[in-house]
């Protein structure tokens, strides 16, 4: 990238901040800085400190900055790249897919849906259909429709292509911060173990998941609160007497590509706060303790006692948080009725019965339905695009909206149009959506 390589000749911070989770707040100076007492606000009766001003080392300047490597982030980041925008991917974990991966979330929901003949077909394609060509040819996946893949191979292929397209890709960081200049994002602030830096960049794509850019940039937004689980893998699976009861409430998962381990869904307590850490830390150690124990019992019951518990997912799921109020808010009934849009990016699918119109409607029978580029674009925020599970879509979408399938389809879409408005030096929202189709088709999308 300009100026400087940011992987090889990352400049270490001379100093930090250190914060502890129940322990005294101890604060290191820098050379020069003066320390600010603590003061309690009186509305709301919490202690603040005053962090001092400081210089903040510029660690790289790019056209698309990326934040956030699930299934959405790494859409956007490979398709901006091969658009030919220089791009860099911001990922706060150790490695890329999000939730799909880390998450343990493994079946690629929904790939099909029913057309205008009612025929049920494939509607995802693009990005997605290389991810998966690659782990079928891996042995890594299974099932055609929805299917279901090893984490640790999508990681593996989602490493490659990220380095194929020549994306700088940036693990252990997270976005703390926004430069603002009017209604412009100069670039954003970000910490890791190497300290505080800044990274430039001409257009932001906020695939956090938790919308957490959009907000630190003052968008509007909702706030969902919803069911966060924690999923996990069992060994041996083969290995059990599914004849034998098993015990009230147990089950062993469902199958993944390894013969022997399955992966088990939890749906966990509804209505959870995704972004309040003190809940977010309580559930993580409630949800371990329920994991073990229910395993614990299993290798107690006959026919189930070679079961073992092969992991837990590194990332605790949060199904929704904040969802953007952005230009165009998709509705249940545009999915329903085969609404298009001039500015479509992609179509996804259905999974899961919904209620419509006060009736069950089965995904068999679903219409495919198409997204809006207008969805992904913020109303104040000029060159910020939102892709992922908190793009603008109104609450009754929610179990279409948050999947895997959907997230690479909004991400593929961001990326095409954040280089578009590169490449043209305009807002985001400027962007031609007939050049934009035209550049999606040609990157193997599918626009319905």
């Not at 693990?171 to 990274?199: L, Q």
């Not at 003190?278 to 019951?301: A, C, D, G, P, V």
């Not at 953007?324 to 249940?332: A, I, P, Q």
């Not at 809006?372 to 793009?391: E, Q, W, Y």
Request: glycine share 10%; hydrophobic share 40%.
């Amino acid at each position: 990238m300009r100026r400087r390589d940011f992987l090889s000749k990352l400049t270490v911070a001379a100093g930090s901040i250190g914060l502890g989770i129940g322990c005294t707040r101890r604060v290191y100076k820098h050379s020069g800085d003066t320390l600010q007492k603590s003061n309690t606000d009186a509305r709301n009766g919490r202690k603040y400190v005053i962090e001092p001003s400081r210089k903040i080392e510029v660690l790289a300047e790019t056209d698309v900055l990326v934040i956030g490597g699930g299934p959405a982030g790494t859409a956007a980041a490979i398709a901006s790249s091969r658009t030919g925008a220089e791009t860099c991917l911001v990922e706060r974990y150790n490695h890329l897919g999000g939730l799909w991966t880390g998450g343990l979330v493994l079946p690629l929901l929904s790939t099909h849906a029913v057309d205008r003949d009612k025929r049920r077909k494939q509607v995802i394609f693009g990005v997605w259909g290389e991810m998966a060509e690659r782990l079928k040819n891996l042995g890594m996946s299974i099932q055609e429709i929805n299917p279901v893949i090893d984490p640790e191979a999508g990681k593996y292929v989602l490493d490659e292509m990220v380095r194929e397209a020549g994306v700088k890709t940036l693990f252990h960081a997270w976005c703390t911060g926004v430069i603002m200049d009017e209604n412009v994002i100069k670039g954003v602030y970000i910490e890791s173990k190497s300290g505080r830096h800044t990274i430039l960049a001409k257009v932001v794509i906020d695939s956090t998941g938790d919308g957490d850019v959009l907000h630190l940039a003052g968008e509007n937004y909702e706030m969902m609160n919803y069911h966060i689980g924690l999923n996990y893998r069992l060994g041996n699976a083969d290995r059990v007497d599914r004849s034998r009861p098993l015990p009230e409430g147990s089950g062993i998962g469902s199958p993944t590509p390894l013969k022997s381990v399955n992966w088990v869904n939890m749906h966990g307590p509804d209505d959870q706060n995704g972004v309040d850490i003190l809940n977010l830390s309580r559930l993580q150690m409630e949800f371990r303790k329920e994991i073990w124990e229910k395993t614990w019992q299993l290798r107690h019951t006959p026919g189930y006692e070679e079961i073992f518990l092969l992991d837990t997912a590194s990332q605790i799921g949060v199904r929704m948080s904040r969802i953007l109020d952005g230009e165009y808010k998709l509705t249940l009934e545009d999915t329903m009725t085969y609404r298009s849009f001039d500015d479509v990016i992609g179509v996804s699918g259905a999974w899961t019965t919904i209620i419509y119109n006060g009736q069950p409607v089965k995904p068999e029978v679903r219409p495919m339905w198409q997204i809006p580029f207008r969805s992904l674009i913020p109303r104040k925020t000029d060159n910020l695009l939102v892709a992922g599970r908190c793009f603008c879509f109104e609450k009754a979408l929610v179990e279409d909206t948050r999947i895997i399938g959907t997230c690479l389809v909004t991400g593929h879409g961001a990326g095409a149009a954040a280089a578009l408005a590169v490449k043209k030096g305009m807002r985001v929202r400027d962007v031609n959506p007939l050049e934009l189709k035209k550049l999606l088709i040609q990157q193997g999308a599918w626009l319905g």
